[in-house]
């Protein structure tokens, strides 16, 4: 075990080696394990992420920035992470863990990334932790969308639906599969104003609903990205109506108001 790469890949060298073992031990190896550097760890991530997002998004509100830090720093987020350190090869695991493959399980990895940052802190202090932690986000930030990051599906068809002042989307569930005990949901997903019928399945009605709000806003974006270039090839031809003493009609008016007078 090369605890002198992972320190590289950390870009943080240990004063106290004894701290990085504790931190890399999980339970069932031994009684030292890095539970309590884990509770610490989550801490700080949570204080060092909060300070980036507020320092770097200087219009977003609070709702917004807790958003962005939850997504953050959830289990899926540090596990991608420790999977760029390869922090699997560095772990003390029982024998057990070993054999169920525990070295591969998200929670145990994002929990050991936690326990790190905890052993950061004690070897070195905050801003220690705190370079090493910006040194995982300003990547990942420099590659989203603030506004979308942590929004589900339906939350962003919804607000896509309503920036163009389109009623909100309607869902059904058009039909069931498989046993009760397993059942997968197919959900229906219209938007009747841009004539959107698309199908989603998942797990239960909740999770049908999100694919197939997914699938709507692709289709909702790609109709929309389209409409500009439609709009520009429609403006010569109005123009020369108008020219031609021409006036469009509203609603039902009687056909003998479409001349105007010239």
Known sequence: ????????????????????????????????????????GDSILNCAVASILYDRYLQIDEGDLSRLRAN???????????????????????????KSGGFRRPSILADTLEALLGAIFLDAGFDAAAKVIRAFYIPILDTVDPRTLGKDAKTLLQEFLQSKKISLPLYNVVATHGAAHSQEFEIECLV????IQVYGRGGSRRAGEQAAAKLALEVAEQAAQKA???????????????????ATVQGDEPAEKKLVNK
């Open 228 to 246: 500009p270039a439609a709009a520009r090839k429609s403006k010569p031809r109005a123009a020369q109506l108008k020219l031609a003493g021409i």
């Open 1 to 40: 075990m090369n605890l002198q790469l992972l320190q590289t890949k950390l870009g943080h060298t240990f004063r106290d080696a004894g701290l990085l073992q504790q931190a890399l031990t999980h339970r069932s190896h031994s009684s030292l394990h890095n539970e309590r550097l884990e509770f610490l």
């Open 72 to 98: 953050l720093v959830k289990q899926q987020s540090l596990f991608e992470i420790a999977q760029k350190l390869e922090l699997s090869q560095f772990l003390r695991l029982g024998e057990g863990e070993l």
């Open 192 to 195: 009747p104003k841009l004539g």
